[in-house]
């Protein structure tokens, strides 16, 4: 069912998406679909987190800049061409307008999960790093941010520079 919301919202987008589709993708009883999710929100939130967990994971790097810009260049990747990070995208923006969305977004907290491990990484040669909240948003933001609007993901280089000035105000000693 996951994999069949992922190709629903790729083919006819959020708005089109309806809990009954998604049970005729997945060749199963709209019955069984609402057994396990009540919105089509929440099976959508589930494949998001589902494949965060195994597109946002990065293997360790010796070098703390090539460990945060590892995580940079698949988050960028997940939210731009995987078709979870697709979902994520339209998640974000329901949110903007449905307080029950906003809540399961807010409650699920992706980017914080998926970030928190190259963080603890990182954190021992960074001890001004914010608490995981903070950290997350201050080294997803701009690729967050441009994502969002639209506008074209920051370039390697671009991405390089943002890493080296979080890494600069983090190895300051507090």
């Known amino acids: 069912m996951l994999h069949a919301v992922d190709d629903m919202l790729v ?9 009954k589709g998604i049970a005729e993708r997945a060749g199963v009883g709209r019955q069984t679909v609402y ?8 099976i959508l939130l589930e494949a998001c987190i589902a494949d965060a967990r195994s597109d946002l994971v990065t293997a360790p790097r010796v070098d703390p800049a090539a460990d945060l810009l590892a995580y940079l260049v698949a988050l960028t990747r997940f939210l731009t061409a995987d078709p979870a990070g697709l979902a994520y995208r339209a998640l974000i923006g329901e949110a903007q307008h449905d307080q029950a969305v906003r809540e399961l977004v807010d409650g699920a907290d992706l980017l914080t999960m ?3 491990d190259v963080l603890a990484r990182v954190r021992p040669v ?9 950290g997350t948003a201050q080294l997803a933001g701009p690729v967050l941010s441009r994502v969002l609007t639209g506008a074209r993901p920051l370039s390697r280089r671009l991405l390089k520079q943002h890493v080296e ?6 190895q300051r000693q507090r």
Do not use: D, H, I
Request: no cysteine.
């Open 126 to 134: 960074a001890p001004a790093m914010p608490e995981p909240v903070l």
């Open 11 to 19: 083919e006819v987008g959020y708005a089109a998406m309806t809990m």
């Open 35 to 42: 057994r396990w999710w009540s919105n089509k929100a929440e």
């Open 165 to 170: 000035t979080l890494l600069n105000a983090w």
């Open 114 to 116: 998926s970030a928190r």
